[in-house]
């Protein structure tokens, strides 16, 4: 049973919070969880990229010149690949590069990487985080405090909050997503996650659902 220590807004501790990493996922899956990264990187591809083929190209499709008798080597049109302004041998073309593994193996490489930030001791729980209007500055203050300001770091809430998320969203090394919307790839991607005591609660609950 890992015991988490909760902070308060100004980083003095006021408590603990006690969760099992093995309650979100009895082991961790390095593969699975390597699957799902990929795939959600390849969903984030534009797939744009694209090239001329020598079929697209503009110029003459009269051969250079005669077959023999020049000591040349012989040569056809001018858009060969080839020469310069000629068309690609292998053109590329606007692809889709996204695709979906199963839902519930997307879900466990979700619980396992929580559960991987927790045995490796990069969680940190503040016990609310809560703002009347969007105040950046006291965000970044909150941090401070925390010792979070000098690393990347993603912030889970339990649901959205506008004036939370536009507090956070200018700070350059920190990101904000509520516990819903989290997966495998932001939740591995910076090195220390905050999360409130709320949030770990609901992460709980759907542990508990999936099980």
Not at 32 to 48: A, E, F, K, W
Not at 57 to 78: D, F, I, L
Not at 103 to 117: G, S
Not at 173 to 200: G, H, Q, Y
Request: charged letters at 30%; a positive charge.
């Amino acid at each position: 049973m890992a015991e988490l220590p909760v902070y308060d807004r100004s980083g003095a501790k006021v408590g603990s919070y006690q969760i099992e990493p093995a309650d979100l996922a009895p082991r961790i899956n390095k593969q699975l969880l390597h699957d799902v990264v990929v795939m959600y990187q390849s969903n984030l591809r534009q797939g744009s990229a694209r090239t001329r083929s020598r079929g697209e190209v503009s110029g003459s499709t009269k051969k250079m010149y005669r077959q023999k008798g020049t000591g040349n080597a012989r040569a056809g049109s001018r858009r060969s690949n080839i020469r310069r302004g000629g068309g690609h041998a292998k053109a590329k073309h606007p692809r889709d590069w996204s695709y979906r593994l199963p839902r519930k193996a997307v879900r466990l490489a979700t619980r396992m990487a929580l559960a991987a930030k927790l045995r490796d001791d990069e969680v940190v729980v503040i016990d609310q985080l809560a703002f009347d209007a969007p105040k950046t500055k006291e965000m970044a203050g909150i941090l401070k405090a925390l010792k979070l300001d000098d690393t990347s770091l993603l912030v889970a809430t339990a649901d959205y909050d506008v004036n939370v998320y536009k507090s956070t969203r200018n700070l350059a090394k920190a990101d904000i997503s509520p516990v819903a919307e989290l997966n495998a790839l932001s939740v591995l991607s910076p090195r220390r996650l905050l999360v409130t005591k709320d949030a770990l609660d609901n992460i709980k609950q759907a542990a508990c659902k999936d099980a």
